[in-house]
């Protein structure tokens, strides 16, 4: 299975910072990367697909980048809406794995 | 608007099964792939595997094989999951999604094993 590293496992970050969260993956995966959003008590919601490409209706405050296999979500103003915690996905094979999860929060 | 409704908690008895539905609205179902995630506080998200809507075929996450069952009901644009010989360690929220990027989610339904 791919193995999906991701990192950091918790950050804390004032409002309007640049975060950053990246994910390394085992083995290329090409394009076939994801990142969701989780708050408490909900689903997950699809933020980024294929890696740089923005989910609909997602503000463009979030963009994803892909550097070899290493992966970043950045959030260029944190607002209180932000917190949370985000998970990436590859789907470049079967099964589907996911990161570890980076929980966010304001500081 | 896609929706996908999840059934209600379930609370069974290790040894038992349970299954569980997803019911897709606002596009056409056998469009697109369901998928199935497991989620524990401390295992994360799990994929568990996912069926083709039209055709009835099925992946599994070899962890799964054995533990979960995937059918379809293209009659009432309706999927279900079946968790066998459940044990506490099947104790978690279970999701559907929609398409390769789970795109949709439905709102996971827990499943409690407990004697």
């Known amino acids: 299975d791919i193995q999906m590293t991701q990192s950091p496992a918790s950050l804390s970050a004032s409002l309007e910072e640049i975060v950053t969260i990246t994910c390394q993956a085992s083995?290329?995966?090409?394009?076939?990367l994801a990142w969701y959003q989780q708050k408490p008590g909900k689903s997950p919601q699809l933020l980024i697909h294929?890696?740089?490409s923005l989910a609909d209706g997602i503000p463009s405050r979030f963009s994803g980048s892909r550097s070899g296999t290493q992966y970043s979500l950045k959030i260029s103003r944190l607002q209180v809406e932000d917190t949370g915690i985000y998970y990436c996905l590859q789907r470049y094979s079967n099964p589907r794995t996911f990161g570890g999860g980076t929980k966010l929060e304001l500081k | 608007q896609v929706q996908l409704q999840q059934s209600g908690a379930e609370l069974a008895k290790p040894g038992s099964s349970v299954k569980i539905s997803c019911k897709a609205s606002g596009y056409t179902f056998t469009s697109y792939y369901i998928s199935w995630i497991k989620q524990t506080t401390g295992q994360g998200l799990e994929y568990i595997g996912y069926?083709?809507?039209?055709?009835?075929?099925?992946n599994y996450n070899e962890k799964f094989k054995g533990k979960a069952t995937l059918t379809v009901d293209k009659s009432s644009s309706t999927a279900f999951m079946q968790l066998s010989s459940l044990t506490p360690d099947d104790s978690a929220v279970y999701y559907c999604?929609?398409?390769?990027?789970?795109?949709?989610w439905g709102q996971g339904v827990m499943v409690t094993v407990s004697s």
């Open positions: 999604a929609r398409k390769a990027d789970f795109d949709y």
């Open positions: 294929s890696a740089t």
């Open positions: 083995q290329d995966i090409g394009n076939w």
């Open positions: 069926i083709n809507t039209g055709s009835g075929g099925t």
